[in-house]
């Protein structure tokens, strides 16, 4: 839909189809219409002609603003400036980029069935051609033989509805030097967890991010890849779950997750040895906001919130560690199992699946 004449947001007579913008709808702020909202999150995709305006929460936005994209749900972490914090809007996610550290500060993107199907993994690492000129861009070959894992921050398996969205989630800007075993355990099972609680009827927001710099792969510790990429010392994950047809209210689920990234700290530990809070995640790296798009009194309490698996109100399994050689796993009421060989289960001590 499209503004028909400056206005309010809410009022039907400020659009074409004499209705309100709902958060599913593709909205145009057509030139020298200036619209004006106190809502948060207002449509599924917002574009702004030139000479056209909208102020978002005391924010203005003119022409040339990047879209507004169900991939910031939350809103941005940080603020964009030229060379360690480049803004890129892409269909499948959106990212912060660090010219400096060479890798994302941090990636967002909305998580739900519409983007889940039966696309195979494309594999194409390739370099991100959209970065500006004159920076270096990082190509598959700068993590050969690194002992660091090319790990991904928006999953390939949460882009799965055609081969172009999941070839998007191999380029370069979305892969970070991760520990092998963070990459191939805990991270890895904690995004199984997201797809799993997404497929029984809801939504999640996710931002995953790193900070600091010295990592410990399977060669050992190292500061930089090469001298050419930074080795975060720590990888986090925020997940905001809310009603495939409802929002984000007090009431939703919140994973906030801190990793060490090292090989040793993640053998053989359950991801919810990690679990924290997203206020704690802000204390700990610097310069972050996160939840801005949300309002304050809803961003006080779900930074506050602690995940807790058993009390989660999913009916889903979460797997959290490899116990033996076998997929550790929790189940909804909180009890700690693995699958036998006769397919049954065999229940272990719930310190084995962590806190």
Known sequence: MKSITSGNWDAASTWSCNCVPTKN???I?????SVKTTNGYLCRNLEVEKGGSVEILGTFLAEAS???SPNLYLGQPTKPNDTTDLLMVKPQFVLSYNNTKRHANWVSWELS???LGTSDRQNDFRPDSTLKQGWYRVVTSDYTNSGFDR???????????SEEDNSATFLMTNIAPQAPVLN?????????YCRNVVKTGYRAVIIAGMDGSGGAGTNGSMQRINGKINVPSKLYKIVVFYPEQGSITTSSTVIAANFPNTNEANQDVSWLKYVTTIKDIESSVTGVDFLSSLPMPLQTVLKNKKFDVANAGFDVEATVRT????????GPRGGCYYINSNGNKTYVDRSFCGN
């Open 66 to 68: 990047a879209p507004i």
């Open 25 to 27: 709808d593709n909205v």
């Open 113 to 115: 069935t519409s983007w």
């Open 29 to 33: 702020i057509k030139t020298g219409h």
């Open 323 to 330: 116990y033996n050689g076998k997929p550790l796993l929790v």
């Open 151 to 161: 790990g991904h921050l928006c999953p390939s398996a949460d882009r799965t509805k």
């Open 184 to 192: 191939r355990e805990p991270w890895a099972y904690l995004e199984e």
